[in-house]
């Protein structure tokens, strides 16, 4: 029996250029370049309607932030709040990390979903140091990110002493959204944006850690903080919003009410 | 249950075969205690469980407490239940610290109160007498395995002691990460 199959010459003769939102005309023609019927000039339209450049490590980063693989791990009651950033409702495939994998070897993000008791942090640090790079740790509620209600002889007040955290969800336990608002900002992070913007919230410019290296208060440690102040200043007040969520949250009640050289001010007695 | 009365014939049954051995008694909220010396607690709980007419057969649970500043300080809990009757009656044996004595001790160093085991007798005080080491500092003499349970091994300090210090680490925030020094170097 013969196939019938349909010629995308005839759909599509070349001194018309196609809407480029005919899907079916793209679709017909990809398959013919696959078969290797398309001619030198087909070919050239194609590939200069369809193909952009960019850098390697974009695309590289562009791929590990929406396929980030967390790992199945569950401390306490915020991992019933994980648990459901995979279902339906939420559905974390949204954003490319609905595979949870049980082998910390095959997992990007650890989520400490729950208390780290004083005896689970070893066994926390070692499922961290079991993962393969990059890797990504995200704190989820107020008890792993610093001991939460559990300010007792059993539980590690923070998980950030004993492994690098990248992004801490606050809540006690946080929605399922706020998890995955972070897990966006933990994704704009993968792409080469390393900022989540806690740092301009918190006024808290001059902690970074290269900035720690200077140990104690010389006046090299002075100018290097007033520079980073300074920066980092010029940057939140000259970078416009980027998209309308992490605009909104960011401008929380009581933020940015007083004025830019007030703040800088204020910064600059606490940390400096 | 023993009601009161019952209960000062059971203290008065015990102390006549083992002198000494109960110290004294409280009935309250419907709940009968005898507090006993620890050094004869095994004998006071096997006459519980032997004696026909008392027949206490069950180690519901073994458990310590703290009273400081009472003295004696320690109390370590034996609750027994008589299945037949639906009964229950509480051994508190009293430990003395003897840390209180001398001292101050450095952290780890002090001398800890001891109480005879009775996992041989009793196979359920096992992992419970295993807690109350862990948790209170307080030795079970003849244990075949006391080790600590709940807390991690290297673990210094008695952590539900009243003394311990509760809260003693200051959760850092970004805003004060500058005024608790030394917790990143």
């Known amino acids: ?201 918190y006024n808290a410019h001059g902690t970074e850690e290269w900035a720690r290296q200077y140990g104690t208060l010389t006046d090299e440690a002075r100018e290097a903080y007033a520079a980073a102040h300074e920066a980092a200043k010029q940057a939140a007040d000259l970078v416009p919003e980027e998209g309308g969520e992490a605009g909104e949250a960011e401008r929380a009640p009581g933020e940015r009410t007083e004025a830019p050289a007030d703040r800088a001010e204020r910064g600059r007695g606490r940390f400096l | 249950m023993p009601d009161a009365a019952g209960l000062e014939l059971i203290a008065a049954e015990i102390n006549e075969r083992h002198p000494g051995a109960i110290i004294g008694t409280y009935y309250e909220h419907d709940q009968a205690c005898l507090i006993a010396d620890p050094e004869q607690i095994r004998e006071i709980l096997a006459w519980l469980r032997d004696t026909p007419g008392q027949k206490y057969t069950f180690l519901a649970s073994v458990h310590g407490a703290d009273y400081l500043p009472a003295v004696p300080r320690f109390g370590v809990h034996y609750e027994l239940l008589n299945r037949d009757r639906v009964e229950r009656i509480r051994v508190r044996a009293a430990v003395h610290d003897p840390a209180a004595e001398g001292g101050p001790y450095p952290l780890g160093e002090e001398p800890l109160p001891e109480v005879p085991s009775v ?67």
């Open chain 1, 1 to 201: 029996m013969e196939i019938k199959r349909e010629k995308v010459r005839s759909a599509l003769p070349l001194d018309e250029p196609p809407a480029p939102s005919n899907l079916r005309i793209r679709q017909l023609r990809a398959r013919d370049l696959l078969r290797g019927e398309l001619s030198d000039e087909e070919i050239e339209q194609l590939v200069s309607e369809q193909t952009f450049t960019t850098r390697l490590d974009k695309v590289l980063n562009w791929g590990r932030a929406n396929a980030v693989f967390p790992a199945t791990f569950g401390l306490a009651c915020c991992a019933i709040e994980m648990m459901s950033i995979v279902s339906p409702r939420y559905d974390i495939a949204r954003f490319g990390a609905e595979a949870m994998r049980a082998s910390p070897r095959q997992a990007d993000l650890l989520i400490l979903s729950g208390r780290v008791s004083i005896k689970m942090a070893p066994v926390v640090r070692r499922l961290y140091d079991q993962m393969l790079e990059p890797k990504w740790v995200m704190s989820m509620g107020a008890c792993s990110s610093s001991g939460g209600m559990f300010q007792n002889y059993a539980v590690v007040q923070g998980a950030d002493k004993f492994l690098p955290v990248d992004i801490h969800v606050p809540g006690c336990p946080p929605r399922p959204e706020a998890v995955l608002y972070g897990f966006n900002k933990l994704q704009r992070m993968i792409q080469g944006n390393p900022d989540p913007g806690w740092r301009t919230r």
């Open chain 2, 119 to 185: 996992t041989d007798e009793w196979p359920t005080a096992n992992h419970q007498e295993r807690e109350v080491y862990d948790m209170f500092g307080i030795v079970f003499r003849g244990h075949p395995d006391l080790r600590r349970i709940l807390m991690p091994e290297d673990y210094i300090g008695w952590p539900q002691r009243r003394d311990f210090p509760i809260g003693g680490e200051p959760v850092i925030f970004t805003n004060n990460e500058r005024e608790v020094p030394g917790w990143t170097q």
